[in-house]
């Protein structure tokens, strides 16, 4: 059995998946505003007595960001415990992995994510001419993005820009992790690094 976090999106959530299908998902938080460390534990405890994950629990793939700072805080140290006392392998899925499981067969200098996540934080992520992330916090009520770009994949609502020739499609972690399952790598004693930004710059 493999648990899925997600941490980036708006409201957290936990999905249990066996053989590449969701048989539970819980979100974590009532509404925007609760704060995770104070749920976290008891929805997953409320799993493991369902479930009963101590013993059934083999993975563990979380969203690393970018993101809300507390929520990628929270999670990765939430995971990084479960992982070592459980002995379980882990997979971080960041706004890079989409970008490269929807660039497949095409120009991925043309393809970003758009990231909405807790505290009205957002985030725009784009490969440079390098081919290395750019992770970019949207402030502005409209975004210029790059004259390159012609697809944007957002996980919450449509970005705000002026380029109306580019076109945007909705996208779900859950969805991306389910068809490239078979393709991630997990990793034992993995050390977990969260991708949060501020005025455009990565803090580790």
Same mark, same amino acid.
Request: aromatic share 10%; glycine share 2%.
């Given at each position: 059995?493999?648990? $899925? ?9 936990? *999905? ?6 969701? /048989? ?8 925007? =505003? ?5 749920? /976290?534990?008891? !929805? *997953? ?10 013993? +059934?629990? #083999? ?7 970018? =993101?809300? *700072? ?7 140290? $939430? ?11 882990? @997979? ?5 992995? %989409? /970008? ?7 120009? /991925?200098?043309?393809? @970003? !994510? ?10 725009? @992520?784009?490969?440079?001419?390098? $081919?290395?992330?750019? +992770?970019?916090?949207? +402030?502005? #009520? ?6 390159? %770009? ?12 002026? *380029?109306? &020739? ?19 790598? $997990? &990793?034992? +004693? ?15």
């Amino acid at each position: 059995m493999l648990l $899925f976090f997600d941490v980036i999106s708006t409201i957290p959530e936990f *999905y249990l998946i066996e053989e590449k299908k969701v /048989i539970l998902n819980r979100k974590i938080l009532s509404k925007q =505003g609760d704060k995770l460390s104070d749920n /976290i534990f008891e !929805v *997953y405890s409320k799993l493991n007595s369902e479930l009963n994950l101590t013993q +059934n629990l #083999k993975k563990i793939v979380i969203t690393n960001g970018p =993101g809300s *700072y507390t929520s990628l805080r929270v999670g990765s140290a $939430f995971v990084a415990g479960l992982s070592i006392s459980k002995n379980l392998t882990v @997979c971080e899925i960041s706004a890079q992995d %989409i /970008i490269m499981f929807k660039s497949k067969n095409r120009d /991925i200098n043309k393809v @970003c !994510v758009f990231i909405a996540s807790a505290n009205d934080q957002q985030f725009l @992520c784009t490969m440079n001419n390098l $081919f290395k992330i750019e +992770n970019n916090t949207v +402030n502005e #009520k409209k975004v210029f993005i790059p004259k390159k %770009i012609d697809t944007i994949y957002y996980n919450e609502h449509k970005l705000n820009t002026e *380029y109306e &020739n580019v076109k945007q499609y909705k996208f779900s972690f859950i969805d991306e992790l389910l068809l490239n399952l078979d393709h991630l790598n $997990f &990793n034992n +004693n993995k050390i977990l690094k969260p991708i949060y930004v501020s005025n455009n710059k990565l803090l580790n």
